[in-house]
């Protein structure tokens, strides 16, 4: 398998693309100015505590109060939370462990999303190169990625290493750590301590509400999160930053310095593999299949869906053989889409229905396949009794679409407008309204040209009754700075 990373950079804005046999599997941005927040540690201030919700505003300095589930306040006494099985409801109720006014160590581990605020946990952990530091825990574990006969060899070696004297503080030994050296293991162990140790001098030397600790920019985690074995080379198109990545990389990376490469070609670097048009694709509602079926992604606050259509596929021998190459396309599509648009939370699928058991278990499997390779947890729950795969994929920055994009000032994000014709019925049933209540000398109606037009044509009967009826002009006026559904009525 052939991985490549190509990085578009500007002042204003990072753009990277991962890209395997030629296809771009994902697709990452960061603004300058809206850089995201998971990663970041703040001193926040406890503005509001819930009982009810068992949950608590911190104020970390953001528009926006954050937000702290019980579930996310560490206590050293609790059991440990795993991702298999998290504790429902925690020993302690939030009210008896952080009370209004506190200044609390929070670390946010959701960015903000939509209306809602970011989400924080109490429990730092710091990322490395290799490692990931718990300084409040004693916890020592290793990726689930690496095989288990070597887990437990490589958790006796990091317990070793990481408790040497008085050192407190967890580590999780991180998938690209897995054949790391005694002393490169050291040498991540010394830099994140140091780390924690000026975080926790910054908390009592800065006010409440301060950031104390920035993760990573888009960048530098590239070389931390996305270089593979696999990968052939890091592409950049900008000598500054190439630069500061290099030295970057030296430090922290070294691995990774011999495959990152200054692009200097005179197309712009996202044309090698036409990766602007795939964004364009990944912004849009259906996807097509090679095979001539297509997919229909619909992306809503609550969750995702998709549509798996036959379209244009009608098969070479008979119709359960079509369905089920379709849902296999399909299977693979998806988990693709899923990266490219970094689409969260829960996601239910509508696979075409498949008659036999052994076709559907096929689908399922595959589905499950291609999701291996996501750097990103996703949990597979099979076939609900509808015959729905349900799934959740972790959730921590917006969408593409969310960063890329905002909703239509004309049909605020519903995708449909009223048509011509009901809006001119609106504006009859408005002036109506309007003349039980008042008596100007006439009623000008502004409005888009198109409902304009069908006012003063075919609908100028039901115009000049209403006109009749109240015993008033009505002029006409068009708008052409108006969208479809707007309208105003002037009393003159």
Same mark, same amino acid.
């Given at each position: 398998?052939?991985?490549?990373?190509?990085?578009?950079?500007?002042?204003?804005?990072?753009?990277?693309?991962?890209?395997?046999?030629?296809?771009?599997?994902?697709?990452?941005?960061?603004?300058?100015?809206?850089?995201?927040?998971?990663?970041?540690?703040?001193?926040?201030?406890?503005?509001?505590?819930?009982?009810?919700?068992?949950?608590?505003?911190?104020?970390?300095?953001?528009?926006?109060?954050?937000?702290?589930?019980?579930?996310?306040?560490?206590?050293?006494?609790?059991?440990?939370?795993?991702?298999?099985?998290?504790?429902?409801?925690?020993?302690?109720?939030?009210?008896?462990?952080?009370?209004?006014?506190?200044?609390?160590?929070?670390?946010?581990?959701?960015?903000?999303?939509?209306?809602?605020?970011?989400?924080?946990?109490?429990?730092?952990?710091?990322?490395?190169?290799?490692?990931?530091?718990?300084?409040?825990?004693?916890?020592?574990?290793?990726?689930?990625?690496?095989?288990?006969?070597?887990?437990?060899?490589?958790?006796?070696?990091?317990?070793? #290493?990481?408790? %040497?004297?008085?050192? /407190?503080? $967890?580590?999780? &030994?991180?998938?690209?750590?897995? *054949? =790391?050296?005694?002393?490169?293991?050291?040498?991540?162990?010394?830099?994140?301590?140091?780390?924690?140790?000026?975080?926790?001098?910054?908390?009592?030397?800065?006010?409440?509400?301060?950031?104390?600790?920035?993760?990573?920019?888009?960048?530098?985690?590239?070389?931390?999160?996305?270089?593979?074995?696999?990968?052939?080379?890091?592409?950049?198109?900008?000598?500054?930053?190439?630069?500061?990545?290099?030295?970057?990389?030296?430090?922290?990376?070294?691995?990774?310095?011999?495959?990152?490469?200054?692009?200097?070609?005179?197309?712009?670097?996202?044309?090698?593999?036409?990766?602007?048009?795939?964004?364009?694709?990944? #912004?849009?509602? %259906?996807?097509?299949? /090679?095979? $001539?079926?297509? &997919?229909?992604?619909?992306?809503? *606050? =609550?969750?995702?869906?998709?549509?798996?259509?036959?379209?244009?596929?009608?098969?070479?021998?008979?119709?359960?053989?079509?369905?089920?190459?379709?849902?296999?396309?399909?299977?693979?599509?998806?988990?693709?889409?899923?990266?490219?648009?970094?689409?969260?939370?829960?996601?239910?699928?509508?696979?075409?229905?498949?008659?036999?058991?052994?076709?559907?278990?096929?689908?399922?499997?595959?589905?499950?396949?291609?999701?291996?390779?996501?750097?990103?947890?996703?949990?597979?729950?099979?076939?609900?009794?509808?015959?729905?795969?349900?799934?959740?994929?972790?959730?921590?920055?917006?969408?593409?679409?969310?960063?890329?994009?905002?909703?239509?000032?004309?049909?605020?994000?519903?995708?449909?407008?009223?048509?011509?014709?009901?809006? =001119?019925?609106?504006?009859?049933?408005?002036?109506?309204?309007?003349?039980?209540?008042?008596?100007?000398?006439?009623?000008?109606?502004?409005?888009?040209?198109?409902?304009?037009?069908?006012?003063?044509?075919?609908?100028?009967?039901?115009?000049?009754?209403?006109?009749?009826?109240?015993?008033?002009?009505?002029?006409?006026?068009?708008?052409?700075?108006?969208?479809?559904?707007?309208?105003?009525?002037?009393?003159?």
């Amino acid at each position: 398998m052939q991985h490549d990373i190509l990085i578009n950079w500007s002042p204003q804005e990072t753009r990277v693309a991962v890209v395997e046999n030629g296809a771009v599997q994902e697709i990452h941005v960061e603004r300058s100015l809206e850089r995201g927040l998971v990663g970041n540690v703040y001193l926040g201030k406890v503005a509001r505590v819930l009982p009810g919700m068992q949950s608590a505003f911190i104020d970390i300095g953001m528009d926006r109060s954050a937000f702290l589930h019980v579930a996310d306040v560490f206590s050293s006494a609790a059991p440990r939370q795993t991702d298999a099985q998290e504790q429902a409801v925690a020993a302690v109720p939030i009210e008896k462990q952080v009370f209004e006014g506190q200044s609390l160590l929070v670390q946010v581990i959701k960015d903000p999303i939509g209306s809602k605020g970011a989400r924080l946990s109490t429990q730092i952990s710091i990322a490395g190169r290799l490692l990931v530091f718990l300084p409040q825990d004693n916890h020592i574990g290793v990726s689930q990625k690496i095989p288990q006969e070597q887990r437990d060899e490589l958790r006796k070696r990091l317990i070793g #290493l990481a408790h %040497k004297g008085e050192d /407190k503080g $967890g580590f999780i &030994l991180r998938t690209n750590g897995e *054949e =790391a050296s005694d002393a490169e293991l050291e040498e991540d162990i010394a830099y994140l301590r140091k780390t924690w140790a000026k975080i926790k001098a910054a908390s009592v030397q800065l006010p409440p509400k301060s950031l104390l600790h920035q993760d990573l920019n888009l960048l530098q985690r590239v070389l931390r999160d996305m270089v593979l074995e696999t990968t052939q080379t890091i592409r950049l198109d900008s000598v500054e930053q190439h630069s500061m990545l290099q030295q970057f990389g030296k430090e922290f990376m070294p691995s990774s310095v011999a495959k990152l490469a200054h692009y200097k070609g005179e197309r712009p670097i996202f044309d090698l593999f036409n990766i602007d048009d795939e964004i364009q694709l990944a #912004l849009g509602r %259906k996807v097509m299949l /090679k095979s $001539g079926g297509y &997919l229909i992604i619909d992306q809503t *606050e =609550a969750l995702t869906t998709v549509d798996v259509n036959t379209g244009g596929f009608v098969g070479a021998r008979n119709f359960d053989d079509t369905i089920f190459k379709t849902n296999l396309e399909a299977a693979g599509a998806i988990a693709r889409q899923l990266r490219l648009r970094n689409l969260g939370g829960v996601i239910v699928t509508d696979f075409i229905d498949m008659q036999r058991e052994d076709h559907r278990e096929a689908v399922l499997n595959e589905l499950r396949k291609q999701l291996a390779k996501d750097r990103v947890k996703t949990t597979v729950s099979g076939y609900s009794s509808l015959g729905l795969v349900e799934m959740t994929r972790k959730r921590t920055r917006e969408s593409l679409a969310q960063i890329l994009c905002e909703p239509c000032p004309h049909c605020q994000g519903k995708g449909i407008v009223n048509t011509a014709r009901s809006v =001119a019925y609106n504006i009859l049933r408005e002036i109506l309204r309007e003349a039980r209540q008042f008596s100007p000398k006439e009623f000008r109606v502004l409005a888009p040209p198109a409902v304009v037009d069908l006012l003063q044509e075919e609908e100028s009967l039901h115009l000049a009754g209403l006109s009749d009826f109240i015993g008033k002009p009505i002029s006409l006026q068009a708008e052409f700075g108006m969208g479809p559904e707007q309208f105003n009525i002037v009393l003159l």
